[in-house]
C-alpha cells in the first residue's frame, strides 16, 4: 500500500514538474525540478521531512517566484531631440476585429486610441496628422500592421474618427512619435 501511494504521489508531482516548464517555459527549472525527483528520499508520507527537502522546497518556491517577477513587455522609446518622422497612407480597422488579441498580446477596442505600426515598440506614443485636414490624434501602438504596401499605418475606429478617415477609408498622414 505504502508503495502505490508513493508511485501515485510521484506521478503527480513528475505531472506537476511538466505542468509548470510548460507554463514558465523554461528549460533550467524543467532540469532543476526533474534532478529534484531523481534525488527523492523515500519516507512515509506521515514522517515529518528531512532539511535537505526543506531546503528543496525553499529553492523551488524562490526559483518559482524569480520566474513569474513581472518583465515589462515594451522598452520606452528613448528621448530624442530629432524623432522620427514618416508621412504616407494611413488606413483604419474596427468591427471585424474588435475582441481579438492583438500581436501585443492585449485585446483590441475599437473605441480606444490605438494604431498598428509594423515596427515601433509596443506601448510607444505616436502623433497621426491627417495632411488633408490637418487633423491629429495621439494613439499608442499596440498591434503590428498594417499589411497592405504604401500604408504606413491602421489607427483604431476611434482614431480613424477623430482623424476623418470614416469616409475615404485611408488618407495621406504624418506620423510622429511622440512618446
Known amino acids: 500500500m505504502k508503495n502505490i501511494k508513493t508511485i501515485i504521489s510521484l506521478k503527480f508531482f513528475i505531472g506537476c514538474i511538466l ?3 510548460q507554463l514558465f517555459g523554461n528549460v533550467a527549472v524543467a532540469d532543476y525540478l526533474v534532478y529534484q525527483v531523481n ?3 523515500h519516507y512515509d508520507i506521515y514522517e515529518k521531512p528531512s532539511a535537505v527537502h526543506q531546503q528543496a522546497v525553499d529553492n523551488f518556491r524562490e526559483v518559482a517566484y524569480q520566474e513569474a517577477a513581472y518583465q515589462p513587455r515594451y522598452q520606452p522609446v528613448p528621448e530624442q531631440t530629432n524623432r522620427p518622422q514618416d508621412i ?3 488606413s483604419y480597422y ?3 476585429y474588435h475582441g481579438r488579441p492583438t500581436a501585443s498580446g492585449e485585446t ?3 473605441y480606444a486610441m490605438t494604431a498598428a505600426h509594423p515596427n515601433l515598440p509596443f506601448g510607444t506614443a505616436i502623433r497621426v496628422t491627417n495632411l488633408e485636414n490637418g487633423q491629429s490624434v495621439i494613439v499608442r501602438v499596440n498591434d503590428r500592421g498594417p499589411f497592405k504596401p504604401g500604408r504606413i ?3 483604431s475606429q476611434a482614431a480613424a474618427e477623430r482623424l476623418g478617415l470614416i469616409l475615404n477609408g485611408t ?3 504624418q506620423v510622429e512619435v511622440v512618446g
Open 171 to 173: 488618407a495621406n498622414v
Open 153 to 155: 499605418v491602421d489607427v
Open 108 to 110: 483590441y477596442d475599437m
Open 19 to 21: 505542468l509548470s516548464s
Open 88 to 90: 504616407g497612407r494611413a
Open 39 to 41: 534525488n527523492v528520499q
Open 94 to 96: 474596427g468591427t471585424q
